[in-house]
């Protein structure tokens, strides 16, 4: 029985792989790949900050970080 479990893994795991080959994207240029990688990191920094204001408590803090967070917003827009 754990023999047939595990050839229906294996079984799953080729297929998942087979799927994730017809998805692939194509090839981006050096100016896309630059912009994507801008992007991520805009978006991780504005996550970063949102964070650190859900447990902000100093007023002059909070504020702060909310003009951070709306200059990342501008940003990311403009991109």
Not at 19 to 48: I, N, W
């Amino acid at each position: 029985m754990a023999r047939g479990f595990e050839s229906k893994s294996v079984e799953a795991q080729q297929e998942e792989a087979a799927r994730g080959k017809v998805k692939a994207r194509p090839p981006m240029t050096p100016e896309q790949q630059a912009t994507e990688q801008r992007r991520r990191a805009l978006e991780l920094t504005r996550a970063r900050a949102c964070d650190d204001l859900s447990r902000a408590s100093v007023p002059a803090h909070r504020q702060m970080l909310e003009e951070a967070i709306a200059a990342l917003d501008r940003q990311l827009a403009d991109l």
